[in-house]
């Protein structure tokens, strides 16, 4: 997409240089995109649907470390992370801006990786990039993502929409981001201590890639509308299995009993988590960073799903007065807490 390999100061190119740079390979795929970059606002036709907003915000140092996220990947997942909640409203997405404030040790090649990443998830997913803003930043790099994207009246689905009875279910496995976070956590001190030491990565691809380059469960849609199943709730796994749970009971004014043994943890995230004398279970529940979808639906449409290797079936909503319970293995009940992100605790 970028062919520089000189190091060129992003002051020489002036803001609007820099946008019509990065954006110009940007193709528009949607109907719905009448206008993208090049004018005062983008302009869209929703055509009778109803329109899905969401924005997230990323901060060096917050919510990555340069240490070991690759610019190109930090470009991924920064639009992986708007489209999830997209997906996790029964949506389509279709459009996305993107902001960014860089630091003065940003070069114009460095924030092409950036964009190079973004512009392979729009092809990937099928997105629009309508817009955006670049700014200087005291704080480093930032990047906020804007997402619009699209819905019937009839399948849009909140969280506040669990039934008792309702069968609880997660796409994918869990805990996978957060054990990949630790292993990159563990070697960048390595490296800190000793640069001569390479990294120790070998075999690690999945949990590594898990953290560094999720994937929003597009396919986890489709999969639902074929079979003709709309979820009662859903909500994406971004800060944990606990904290999303919570908030799908919470909002439904229901409880809920989820099995331990039922929870989909991968073999290599068990393994590593269990290297760092981590309870790979707890890294399920307040890990966060999967993107999974969570979802309950109706007993009747178990037949439907049953068969579907990627969809977990963990439990169940209860009424409210029976609480929020984890059952263990063992057969204990425990009460479930959120111990997931906190986006304003001290760093």
């Not at 954006?23 to 993208?36: L, V």
């Not at 990443?117 to 790099?141: M, N, V």
């Not at 292993?183 to 953290?211: A, C, F, H, M, T």
């Not at 004014?253 to 068990?270: A, R, S, V």
Request: net charge negative.
């Amino acid at each position: 997409m970028f062919e520089n390999t000189e190091r060129t100061n992003i002051s020489e190119m002036g803001e609007f240089g820099l946008i019509d740079h990065l954006t110009k390979n940007f193709p528009i795929k949607n109907s719905k995109t009448q206008k993208g970059i090049g004018d005062d606002a983008a302009v869209l036709d929703p055509k009778e649907k109803k329109v899905l907003i969401s924005t997230d915000m990323l901060l060096e140092g917050i919510h990555f470390d340069l240490a070991y996220t690759p610019l190109r990947h930090l470009g991924y997942k920064s639009v992986q992370v708007n489209l999830s909640d997209i997906y996790a409203m029964n949506g389509i997405p279709e459009q996305i801006t993107v902001s960014i404030g860089l630091s003065s040790k940003y070069t114009l090649e460095a924030v092409e990786e950036i964009y190079e990443g973004i512009y392979l998830a729009c092809e990937k997913y099928g997105i629009d990039l309508i817009g955006g803003d670049t700014t200087s930043s005291k704080q480093g790099l930032v990047i906020s993502v804007t997402v619009l994207g699209y819905a019937d009246e009839k399948d849009i689905t909140y969280r506040n929409g669990a039934e008792e009875g309702d069968l609880i279910c997660v796409s994918g496995d869990l805990g996978g981001a957060y054990t990949g976070l630790q292993l990159l956590e563990r070697e960048k001190i390595v490296y800190l201590e000793n640069p001569n030491i390479q990294p120790d990565l070998e075999g690690k691809d999945y949990i590594i890639e898990r953290q560094l380059k999720p994937e929003a469960r597009r396919d986890v849609i489709d999969l639902l509308k074929s079979r003709e199943i709309k979820p009662t709730a859903m909500i994406d796994v971004s800060d944990g299995l606990a904290s999303e749970i919570l908030h799908i009971c919470k909002q439904s004014d229901k409880g809920c009993n989820l099995y331990e043994e039922k929870i989909p943890i991968d073999p290599m995230t068990f393994d590593t988590a269990r290297e760092f004398n981590l309870d790979p279970t707890v890294c399920a529940l307040s890990g966060g960073e999967d993107y999974e979808l969570l979802f309950t639906i109706k007993q009747a449409d178990y037949d439907k799903i049953k068969h579907d290797v990627d969809v977990s079936i963990i439990g169940y909503i209860t009424e409210a007065s029976a609480g929020y319970n984890l059952i263990s293995k063992s057969g204990q009940v425990h009460n479930i807490t959120a111990q997931g992100w906190n986006a304003f605790k001290k760093q």
